[in-house]
């Protein structure tokens, strides 16, 4: 069955994706859903180093909402901040050092990160233990550092990494 179906959250995800893109809940807009939600993952199956486990999947629906809250929320605090003018902006690169040490949590903290308005992700160290992330105006690096810790990273290292890494 693995062979078959390698991602089944990966397909689910990208067919609501399709859904939600096509904003049809058709019958012709579910089978193509479904059909790219199965070839997707079918096709770069390959590519895909380690085998994806979710470990709780109550704090991964927790993890998409607080996701979901601060893209809504910082999309609001850039328009405000644009409004005000560039003068009052306090623009820094923060390094975050990581407790993450699987590619996919890296990696998806790092995208959480740029797609969360008003920071980027910019570069990971080499020795992977670092996150420079660019932020659109902080006055207080060290909270901001300790915001995507407690927001992002804790959950991803619940939901991903193996209980013994430390």
């Known amino acids: 069955m693995r062979r078959l179906l390698p991602h089944p959250l990966l397909s689910l995800s990208l067919?609501?994706?399709?859904?939600l893109l096509v904003n049809s809940f058709s019958a012709g807009a579910l089978v193509l859903g479904a059909l790219l939600g199965w070839l997707i993952p079918f096709a770069t199956s390959r590519f895909w180093?380690?085998?994806i486990?979710?470990?709780?999947?109550?704090?991964?629906?927790?993890?998409?909402g607080v996701f979901a809250w601060d893209i809504v929320r910082g999309s609001f605090q850039?328009?405000?901040?644009?409004?005000?003018?560039p003068a009052r902006l306090q623009p820094a690169f923060v390094e975050v050092p990581l407790a993450?040490?699987?590619d996919l949590g890296i990696s998806l903290l790092a995208n959480t990160i740029s797609l969360t308005p008003g920071t980027v992700s910019a570069q990971l160290s080499a020795d992977r233990q670092v996150l420079l992330v660019h932020t659109l105006n902080t006055d207080d690096p060290v909270a901001l550092i300790i915001e995507i810790k407690q927001r992002y990273e804790t959950p991803l290292r619940q939901i991903f990494e193996p209980e013994n890494r430390s």
């Open 15 to 19: 067919t609501v994706l399709w859904l």
């Open 49 to 51: 180093p380690e085998a």
């Open 53 to 64: 486990t979710v470990r709780q999947p109550g704090v991964l629906l927790r993890f998409l």
């Open 78 to 85: 850039v328009a405000w901040l644009i409004l005000r003018g």
């Open 100 to 102: 993450l040490k699987t």
